[in-house]
């Protein structure tokens, strides 16, 4: 699936601008003798790092969460052997009765529990929310900015509202294990589709 193989590279390039925005925080803190805490977008101490870092997170959000519609219609395809009329994977994770949700619920419940956390923030990406990052400099993060009626900026810098690297590389972990799910179930069903692979005969 082509998808993957983007959000593996797009994984990479993310890396990359993480290690450059660690970097530049680390230079201005040794020339100003000062800990980073927080860059907002558009001050003084913003970098290209910081900006890069933020744009391809959310980028990440995006890629990440197509790829469980693609993984969904195929998973469906291949339970039910007939093509999804909703190729949205919420419908799995809110549907008890839905094929694709009972064999994820079975084979990979970390999926099930992570996967409507993950598909809120990419909510809030598609519509426009602001980010800033955040401190410790050595695990750098990216926060959910929220602006107010009067017009102020204001980041909630509590955890459950930081984007951090070990919450990217769950994304990838989790998507895989689904993905392995997947190729399972297609290796059964081409093994019970193959000639003389019915239960055998009893001689009897």
């Known amino acids: 699936m082509e998808l ?3 959000i593996l590279v797009l994984g990479e390039l993310l890396n990359e601008a993480r290690i450059e925005a660690i970097s530049a925080w680390r230079e201005e803190e040794g020339a100003t003798s000062t800990i980073t805490i927080l860059q907002i977008p558009g001050s003084d101490v913003d970098t290209s790092a910081t900006r890069r870092l933020i744009v391809l997170t959310k980028s990440f959000y995006v890629f990440v969460r197509a790829y469980q519609d693609a993984l969904y219609s195929v998973l469906f395809e291949l339970i039910t052997k007939g093509p999804p009329g909703d ?3 919420q419908r799995a994770i809110e549907r008890p009765e839905n094929p694709v ?3 994820l619920r079975e084979g990979a419940p970390q999926y099930v529990a992570w996967f409507p ?3 809120s923030k990419r909510n809030a990406v598609k519509e426009g929310v602001g980010f800033s990052t955040v401190g410790p400099t050595d695990d ?5 900015n929220k602006v107010t009626s009067s017009g102020r900026v204001v980041v909630n810098l509590h955890e459950s509202n930081v ?10 972990a989790l998507s895989a294990e689904a993905s392995d799910l997947a190729s399972l179930i297609a290796s059964e069903r081409a093994t019970s589709e193959l000639p003389g692979s019915g239960p055998p005969c009893s001689n009897q």
């Open 4 to 6: 993957a193989a983007d």
């Open 87 to 89: 190729t949205r994977m």
């Open 101 to 103: 949700g009972r064999i």
């Open 117 to 119: 956390e993950w598909r």
């Open 140 to 144: 750098i993060g990216v926060a959910f």
């Open 163 to 172: 984007i951090r690297l070990h919450h990217l590389v769950a994304a990838l």
